[in-house]
């Protein structure tokens, strides 16, 4: 069984930086992207940033210049570098990936969520 488990969230002043991480364990023989999203209260779940198995990478418009993800194949985690944090980054953010457990083919899967809360 594959899980995603994320780490990293919690409050922060307006301008101010926090890095999310998300590990995918379980039976895994290749992970093709690996992202993050986020929801904020009374809206839908929103894109955010995305990372391919070869680097190639994508973000939201309203995150570009100021996130950054990256991630480990070997380790199989992610992580997002968010800087120059405003109030409206306030949300969850969810880990997801497209991961093939050995034999099968691709599958989706979410993280529980950590909560960012971007406040003075």
């Known amino acids: 069984q594959v899980q995603l488990v994320e780490s990293g969230g919690g409050l922060v002043q307006p301008g101010g930086s926090l890095r999310l991480s998300c590990a995918a364990s379980?039976?895994?023989?290749?992970?093709?992207?690996m992202g993050w999203y986020r929801q904020a209260p009374g809206k839908q779940r929103e894109f955010v940033a995305r990372?391919?198995?070869?680097?190639?990478?994508n973000y939201a418009d309203s995150v570009k210049g100021r996130f950054t993800i990256s991630r480990d194949n070997v380790k199989n985690t992610v992580a997002l570098q968010m800087n120059s944090l405003m109030p409206e980054d306030t949300a969850d953010y969810y880990c997801?990936?497209?991961?093939?457990?050995?034999?099968?083919?691709?599958?989706?899967?979410w993280g529980q969520g950590t909560q960012v809360t971007v406040s003075s």
């Open positions: 990372i391919t198995w070869d680097g190639t990478t």
């Open positions: 997801s990936a497209r991961i093939r457990p050995d034999g099968l083919g691709y599958n989706s899967y």
């Open positions: 379980g039976t895994i023989a290749s992970i093709y992207v």
